[in-house]
């Protein structure tokens, strides 16, 4: 059973353009969410994250929302550049704990 | 700081041969974290620790993997005796502790394992 699901295995983007990933999640007692970037060879590497008690995060080009009553997060990222092409990977905790679930990830490509 | 060491970066071994993977986390980090990444399942919890000491296996596959913390600087993990359905990415990461929970996990490179 796969309680964070990333319906999106790839995504094209032209460079200057948004880049929005999706996110869904079904354990309703996840409260902090994350996403993580991922270049080849290389481990995940943290981007933004966002507590349950907030709707938005921001951080410079990066802006993740979440809206909890549909069990959904999005990354944002404006503008897209070449640098951006990666794996991007959508993980989840529930309050207090330490294990992250992690989605299956969605290869991002901006082409420039 | 160094970030979350592993090594080796790769690894090819035959089926049957024991295969140590080993991991220097971020210091003063308390949580360590052993997952596994392959085309099927994804990125995959195996194992984790908090303050050295093992506190969910559940998602370790067999009796043949092991993993073990002798200290707060250094972490295993064994399989033995290793089958080609083991080949994968494993990545080890650490995490600080944080009141209220939201604990951003610091990976290391991976290592590659290939059993033939």
């Known amino acids: 059973d796969q309680q964070v699901k990333q319906n999106s295995p790839s995504l094209s983007v032209q460079e200057g353009r948004i880049s929005i990933l999706n996110c869904d999640y079904t354990?309703?007692?996840?409260?902090?969410f994350l996403w993580y970037k991922k270049y080849p060879a290389e481990g995940p590497t943290f981007l933004i994250s966002?507590?349950?008690?907030?709707d938005k995060n921001e951080d410079g080009r990066f802006t993740v929302f979440l809206n909890k009553s549909a069990k959904h997060l999005s990354l944002h990222i404006v503008p897209s550049q070449p640098g951006d092409s990666a794996v991007y990977f959508c993980?989840?905790?529930?309050?207090?704990?330490?294990?992250?679930?992690f989605g299956a990830g969605t290869i991002l490509r901006v082409k420039s | 700081d160094a970030g979350v060491i592993q090594s080796p970066r790769h690894e090819v071994t035959e089926m049957g041969q024991e295969v140590t993977l080993r991991c220097k986390p971020i210091?003063?980090?308390?949580?360590l974290f052993w997952y596994r990444q392959t085309m099927m399942r994804g990125l995959e919890l195996l194992i984790y620790?908090?303050?050295?000491?093992?506190?969910?296996d559940s998602g370790m596959p067999e009796d043949r993997f092991s993993a073990k913390m002798p200290n707060a600087s250094f972490s295993t993990l064994k399989i033995q005796p290793s089958e080609p359905r083991d080949s994968a990415v494993y990545f080890c990461?650490?995490?600080?502790?944080?009141?209220?929970?939201?604990?951003?996990?610091?990976f290391g490179p991976g290592t590659r394992l290939t059993v033939t």
């Open positions: 966002i507590s349950s008690i907030k």
């Open positions: 993980a989840a905790s529930e309050f207090g704990g330490n294990k992250l679930v």
């Open positions: 354990n309703s007692m996840f409260d902090y």
């Open positions: 990461a650490s995490s600080a502790d944080r009141v209220g929970g939201g604990y951003e996990q610091y």
């Open positions: 620790f908090n303050n050295n000491v093992p506190i969910d």
């Open positions: 210091s003063g980090h308390d949580y």
